[in-house]
Every structure is written in structure tokens, then in C-alpha cells.
């Protein structure tokens, strides 16, 4: 499996998601920012916060877009081994188990997202997520307890790369 998928090929993919989800933050800022500021949204008495909730919206989307940003330069700086052998960072690791997905990239940056590469889903998580850290430091044909919705499913892990 995973001879067949480049780590390039899901880099490039995570990149592609993060533009679309920056774009999307962007444009959503730029709305709150027209709010916040547009006549429309003058205060008609002192119980009348709607400016106020929208300039704090365009705050929180003004965070989003600069974590997507850094993020995004984490992806493009980031050289993850290949032929690994021990689940890692930069590790694509295909599972059997019931209710966990089937393949696995573990990276060093918050990122959580569903990617297709070759037309296979890749579920890109952070070695911080509960389900990275049932994997580090397993080997292919170890099994690892992976608790999902409060119940504990057992995976083996089929390959490392």
C-alpha cells in the first residue's frame, strides 16, 4: 500500500486542503469585517451588540487564517522520511480494525483532515490525537488499543512506511 502512495503526492494534497480552508477563512473575515464596520450595524440602543459580536467573529477568523498560515509553511518546509519501519511523525500507516480509517498520516503539525491521493482517503492527524498516540512507536504486525466514541477497538497495523 504504501509503496504505491508518494508522501509527496499527500503533502501536496494537505496543502491543497489548507488554501481551500484559508480561502474560505479569508473570504469569511472579509464578510465580518463589512459587518463590524458597515453603517447597517450601528448600535440603535445600548442593548444592540451586533457590531460588537461581528468584530469579535472577524477577530477569531483573523486567528484561523494565521494558524492556517503557519501550518501551511510547516507542510511546505516539512521532509518526511520514507521507508520507516516505527510509527512516527511523517509515518502513512495502514490499519484493519473495525471503525478506525484504513490509512493513517501521522504529522507534527495540527492538522486533522481527510485527504485522497491515487483515490484512497488518508486520514491526516497530529501526533497529538488520541489515535496517533495508540500508534507511535508500533511496528507493522503489532496490534494497538484505539479508543473511538468511548470504546476501545483493537487495530493491527498492517504497514509502516
Do not use: C
Not at 463589512?34 to 440603535?44: D, F, I, L, M, Y
Amino acid at each position: 500500500m504504501s509503496a504505491q502512495i508518494q508522501k509527496g503526492d499527500i503533502l501536496r494534497a494537505i496543502t491543497a486542503s489548507l488554501t481551500a480552508q484559508l480561502h474560505e477563512t479569508v473570504a469569511a473575515l472579509q464578510e465580518a469585517q463589512n459587518g463590524a464596520t458597515n453603517s447597517e450595524s450601528r448600535p440603535e440602543n445600548k442593548y444592540d451588540t451586533r457590531a460588537l459580536e461581528t468584530s469579535y467573529l472577524a477577530a477569531a477568523h483573523t486567528e484561523r487564517a494565521e494558524t492556517l498560515r503557519r501550518v501551511m509553511a510547516h507542510v511546505h518546509f516539512w521532509k518526511p522520511d520514507s521507508g520507516m519501519k516505527v510509527v512516527a511523525p511523517g509515518a502513512l500507516v495502514e490499519l484493519d480494525g473495525e471503525r478506525v480509517p484504513q490509512r493513517v498520516f501521522l504529522t507534527p503539525f495540527p492538522a486533522s483532515m481527510t485527504v485522497q491521493v491515487d483515490g484512497l482517503a488518508i486520514q491526516v492527524v497530529t501526533t497529538a490525537a488520541p489515535l496517533a498516540a495508540a500508534l507511535l512507536g508500533k511496528q507493522a504486525g503489532d496490534v494497538a488499543a484505539v479508543r473511538v466514541a468511548g470504546v476501545v477497538n483493537e487495530v493491527e497495523l498492517v504497514s509502516v512506511d
